[in-house]
């Protein structure tokens, strides 16, 4: 059974960083892709960086502020954990994020949730200004 446990989330101010972790179990790790995805209140939940089970990575655009350049994913297949990396941190960057995995044919591009089957409960971040 696929597990995913992230942590790593908290309270920062703006300009600070976190980095969220995700353990993952249950499955043979390196043949998965996998992405995190922040949800905040009142908004659907979205992709913000994925990678596959090369190693090659994806970042979203959102709206006009990329966060390509602030966050960094990467992974470790000896720990069986996935990354985010999260500096420069915003206000609007304030979500629960959650890591999700998969593996096969990705019909959806690897930062749309519907290429997802299996999700983390999720951890909270919060910027203040």
């Known amino acids: 059974q696929v597990q995913l446990v992230e942590s790593g989330g908290g309270s920062v101010q703006a300009g600070g960083s976190l980095r969220l972790s995700c353990a993952a179990s249950?499955?043979?790790?390196?043949?998965?892709?996998m992405g995190w995805f922040r949800q905040a209140p009142g908004k659907e939940r979205e992709g913000v960086a994925a990678?596959?089970?090369?190693?090659?990575?994806?970042?979203?655009?959102v709206s006009a502020d990329s966060v390509k350049g602030r966050f960094t994913i990467s992974k470790d297949n000896a720990k069986n954990t996935l990354y985010l990396q999260m500096n420069s941190l915003k206000p609007e960057d304030t979500a629960m994020y959650y890591c999700?995995?998969?593996?096969?044919?990705?019909?959806?591009?690897?930062?749309?949730?519907?290429?997802?089957?299996?999700w983390g409960q999720g951890t909270q971040v919060t910027v203040s200004s």
């Open positions: 999700a995995a998969d593996r096969g044919a990705n019909r959806f591009g690897y930062l749309s949730p519907a290429s997802y089957n299996y």
């Open positions: 249950g499955y043979t790790y390196g043949r998965y892709y």
């Open positions: 990678i596959d089970s090369s190693g090659s990575v994806t970042y979203a655009k």
